[in-house]
């Protein structure tokens, strides 16, 4: 078995000792708190930059996203009357009835109840969209094109681009 030391042997921790090793470790500290400070200004918001309205570039669909990670989708229904026009008339057929007169003018189409759902923002720019009716899409908001996205349908693969409404 093995002798203990004797107890004058033992080198004693100084004062220096202790503030360097305090020091250190809050240096440490700090220098990794600037690191993750200078990425996390480096890496895009994508959740102020998609806030807002965006209209359909080829059509009328609206997405409204919020700031409580919501979002509403408007998609325009075309009125019953703006119906498309009757096959054209043939030669043995009757004449086609004359619209009245005192007929009102065809409306505006009406918007359908917005769908309503939820986006999840993940990094780089990175957005998932699901809406009430089990619809999935995906975009990317990139930092050089802030105003445009291009939305995935997760089912089609289908792609509609869309641009901020000012």
Do not use: C
């Amino acid at each position: 078995m093995a002798r203990p030391a004797p107890a004058g042997n033992r080198t004693r921790m100084k004062i220096l000792d202790i503030v360097l090793i305090i020091g250190g470790v809050l240096g440490i500290m700090a220098y990794n708190r600037m690191s993750i400070a200078r990425l996390q200004r480096s890496i895009p918001n994508a959740n102020s930059e998609i806030v807002g309205e965006w209209k359909s570039t080829r059509g009328p669909e609206h997405l409204v996203f919020r700031v409580d990670k919501t979002i509403s989708m408007t998609v325009p229904v075309p009125a019953p009357g703006n119906a498309a026009p009757a096959a054209a008339q043939t030669e043995g057929s009757a004449p086609a009835a004359v619209p009245d007169s005192t007929a009102s003018a065809p409306t505006a189409p009406e918007s359908a109840a917005p769908l309503v759902g939820k986006y999840q923002l993940s990094e780089a720019g990175k957005v998932y969209l699901q809406l009430s009716n089990g619809k999935k899409y995906t975009t990317t908001i990139e930092p050089s094109n802030k105003n445009r996205f291009d939305l995935i349908d997760a089912d089609t693969e289908g792609v509609t681009t869309y641009e901020r409404v000012p």
